[in-house]
């Protein structure tokens, strides 16, 4: 099955670049190879660029408020077990102080490194880390793996925060939604959104992996039109009957 997720706002849109990139780079400080190391620092830089708009700390923030002011109101509630809801608070909270912690934008810490940012200056040009444009780059580079990976990982740190407030948040995101099973007839799906109702986030699961859907949302409506490769390569729409769960999340 392969899973497909449409942010509805550009916050989420946002976050879930940045999952997709922290998840990159945790696989790439994992392997040995120089060229995954210079791949990982690469990502590394990449997550300082999204998470340099100045109002996302904030944002974060006041949605880890928002959360555990909503769930606090569910103690008390016999449908509720008290020791899970105070589980899920607790890592609310964990996050909130963290990143709360954090001083300036997120990455603020790795800019005063000018060994770093050096390279960062460099590694968009084609070509531009070559030896003889970074030789302590390069030297670095040939240290054994564990040194290199103790250094990625203690940039990557300083990042952490960041990362745990992500996983909190997109993590109560996706458990609000309920998955059901619907069918895309000649391979076109509909589905009107009730009024009054805010959803942030859209999951498509697919059981045929060679299935592409395209997505489209608003407040009011979501559609999704399954598509399959051609020979080329270029997409083109299916005309079977198709099922697939859907799962908003709000």
Known sequence: MVLYEYPFNEGIRTMLRLEHLFDRLGQLVARDTPIDHHFALATMFEVMDVAARADLKSDLLKELDRQRTQLQGYRGNPAISEAALEEVIARVDAAFDGLNRLPGKAGAALAGNEWLMSIRSRISIPGGTCEFDLPAYYAWQQLPAERRR?????WVDTLGPLAAALHVLLGL???????HRVVAPAGQFQQSLPQGKVYQLLRVRLDDATLVPEITGHRLMVSVRLMRTDGEGRLRPVAEDHSFELTLCA
């Open 150 to 154: 103790a250094d990625l990982w203690r």
């Open 173 to 179: 995101l996706r458990d609000s939604g309920v998955p």
